[in-house]
Nanobody
Framework: QVQLVESGGGLVQAGGSLRLSCAAS????????MGWFRQAPGKERVILAI????????SYAESVKGRFTISRDNAKNTVYLQMNSLKPEDTAVYYC???????????????????WGKGTLVTVSS
């Protein structure tokens, strides 16, 4: 059983940056592909980015490509999401998740992740 805990959310002005972290425990972290998702008020949860277990492969949603960067440190059992040029529409609860299999974002289907964190709130003010 893998436990995931997100941190780093908060309030930021439009154009600013935040780095989210997700600390994992209870499993072989390097084995899992890790993804970041978000859910805005009144909307469905959507995938933003995913990274393979060794960190060699990454994939992004078009909405964040060029602004967000996913990375991982397997020695620290942590995955990160660097978010730059933030916009008010980026306001959401951000979740990390783990999967046995790496999917590229276009190939991801709901239910494809095995473990989820509880989320961290990001609010971008205009």
């Amino acid at each position: 059983q893998v436990q995931l805990v997100e941190s780093g959310g908060g309030l930021v002005q439009a154009g600013g940056s935040l780095r989210l972290s997700c600390a994992a425990s209870g499993g072989a972290f390097y084995h899992y592909a890790m993804g970041w998702f978000r859910q805005a008020p009144g909307k469905e949860r959507v995938i933003l980015a995913i990274i393979s277990g060794a960190g060699r492969s990454t994939s992004y949603a078009e909405s964040v490509k060029g602004r967000f960067t996913i990375s991982r440190d397997n020695a620290k059992n942590t995955v990160y999401l660097q978010m730059n040029s933030l916009k008010p529409e980026d306001t959401a609860v951000y979740y990390c998740a783990a999967a046995d299999i790496y999917y590229s974002v276009p190939n991801y289907r709901s239910g494809g992740m095995d473990y989820w964190g509880k989320g961290t709130l990001v609010t971008v003010s205009s």
